[in-house]
């Protein structure tokens, strides 16, 4: 099963007209390697139920169908119906039938309404976009079985993504994605404070770990586009000058086209495993 889904995706990747998928798979399948290893970590297994909070149209959801397998549960939420709409395409094109797509905010829906409890959650840049992680971590804990587990992978703000030769709007996309978090209200040090944060909500911290991708100049740069293009209209709201991000879009773009760029690697990813205290057993 795990090597069908991989040879599914990256099929998918090179034959797949779709040039806005191709791109998203290949981003996600950069970051996939370190996913597998933390849900191996936290001893993830056929027939596991397991949750993706703000999963997107893709996040972790192929790689957790992979390692559940078919008589495993993989369900996936997010707030954006689009995005939602967009996940249950990818999953059916990838064929994967044990993946459900739920829309809605993490909040709002409990541990029955999602089918719950769950033997592992993940979250991949979703709690450094949350106001209250504490709230949101005692949510999630709340979704999970006594003794389940968090896998969180988080981007710290410093150190920022680099690139060979150096790119200066890739330092600038990175400010500015941190700028807009923080004026729409998330808190400084959302993920630097978040083992503490973690235990807080109840969580124990059992491993910390962390690590950059190493990616194709020519897809990220194109991600990093794509994703300030889509922040223009809130960051304008929240008083970001639109000329600010325009000229980051453009310098993006042209470095997508350039061909000299060697590497680029992502922002630096805090990846933490925590886990709901088992149950005491009665005396
Ligand atoms: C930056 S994207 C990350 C997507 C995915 N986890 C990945 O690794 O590619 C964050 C996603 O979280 C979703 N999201 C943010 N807050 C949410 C909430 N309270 N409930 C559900 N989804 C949420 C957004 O709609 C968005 O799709």
Known sequence: MAEEVTARVSRYVNDGSDQDLRRLLRGAELV?????TAFRRAGVQQGWNVIDCGCGPLGGLAVLAEMVGPA?????????????????AVMSA????????????????DSAALGGPFDLAFTRLFLMHQPDPVRTLRHIADLLRPG???????????????????L??????????????????????????????ARQ???????????????DPEVMFELDAASIA??????????IAAERIDGLVR????????????WVTSPFFLDLALRKPAARQPR
């Open 32 to 36: 996939a390697e370190p996913a597998r």
């Open 94 to 109: 990838l064929e994967l039938g044990n993946v459900e797509v739920i829309a809605g905010g993490l909040h709002d829906l």
């Open 148 to 166: 389940g587990w968090l896998v969180a992978h988080e981007q710290l703000p410093s150190p920022p993504p680099r690139s060979h030769p150096n």
């Open 72 to 88: 495993g549960r993989v369900v996936g939420v997010d707030l954006s119906q689009a995005t939602v709409q967009r996940a249950r």
């Open 201 to 215: 909500a109840g969580l124990e911290v059992t491993a910390m770990s962390g690590f950059f991708g190493v990616i």
């Open 251 to 262: 310098d993006l773009q042209a470095a997508a086209k350039d061909g000299g760029y060697e």
């Open 168 to 197: 200066e709007a890739l330092t600038g996309t990175w400010d500015l994605i941190y700028e807009v978090l923080h004026r729409n209200g998330v808190p400084a040090r959302v993920v630097e404070d978040l083992p503490r944060s």
């Open 230 to 239: 889509a922040l223009r209209e809130r960051g304008i709201q929240l008083g």
